[in-house]
């Protein structure tokens, strides 16, 4: 069983940053895909960024490329979104997801076993 917490939401204002972490419980973190997905009031959850196993290769959704970054950090078994201008659009329920090894679809969220709790991000314009 794979835990995730994440943290770092907030409220923030449009053009502005924040990063969110998630912090996993994963004994063998290198060994899991990660992903970020986000969830808006009366939509679907969708795929945000993923990395995988090794921070090798990284995925954005087209909405948020060039604007946000994936990163993991094995030593702090952690996982991190960084996201500039934003926009408020980007306001929903921020979750982290793992996968045991390498999906063949990454952006998938069902091939995502574990997931946190989530942390709300609100952009204001």
């Known amino acids: 069983q794979v835990h995730l917490v994440e943290s770092g939401g907030g409220l923030v204002q449009a053009g502005g940053s924040l990063r969110v972490s998630c912090a996993t419980s994963?004994?063998?973190?290198?060994?899991?895909?990660m992903a970020w997905f986000r969830q808006a009031p009366g939509n679907e959850r969708e795929f945000v960024a993923a990395?995988?196993?090794?921070?090798?290769?990284?995925y954005s959704a087209d909405s948020v490329k060039g604007r946000f970054t994936i990163s993991r950090d094995s030593a702090k078994n952690a996982v991190y979104l960084q996201m500039n201008s934003l926009k408020p659009e980007d306001t929903a329920v921020y979750y982290c997801?793992?996968?045991?090894?390498?999906?063949?679809?990454?952006?998938?969220?069902?091939?995502?076993?574990?997931w946190g709790q989530g942390t709300q991000v609100t952009v204001s314009s």
């Open positions: 997801a793992a996968a045991w090894g390498s999906p063949r679809d990454i952006t998938k969220k069902e091939n995502f076993n574990y």
């Open positions: 994963a004994r063998t973190f290198s060994e899991y895909a």
């Open positions: 990395i995988s196993r090794r921070g090798t290769s990284t």
